[in-house]
């Protein structure tokens, strides 16, 4: 779980370097919908969406592990036993 978080803090540093100059837009969004079906488009999403917000870090943190959820859980179907088992194994990301 540890390397799990590690991946994510670094995704999200690399990626808010990359998208903080257009991350201002989203202040001007009335509404929308994201779709999403992987990790690396979770935390892209997270990152995006954090520069939005007053403290981006802990933001991008918390947005990222929601949505990181939302792919286990809801587009695999992995639950937190098979999470565990995969996450031992190392194998978890593929």
Known sequence: MVRSALGTVRALGNLRQRIGEY?????????????LRTLTEARALAA?????????????????ELLVNA????????????????????????
């Open 23 to 35: 991350a201002g837009m989203l202040t001007l969004l009335q509404g929308g919908k994201f779709r």
């Open 48 to 64: 995006a969406l954090a520069g939005a917000c007053k403290d981006p870090p802990s933001a991008g943190m918390g947005l990222a």
């Open 71 to 94: 792919v286990e859980h809801g587009n695999l179907g992995i639950d937190f036993a098979e999470k565990s088992e995969l996450l031992e194994k190392g194998s978890w990301e593929n």
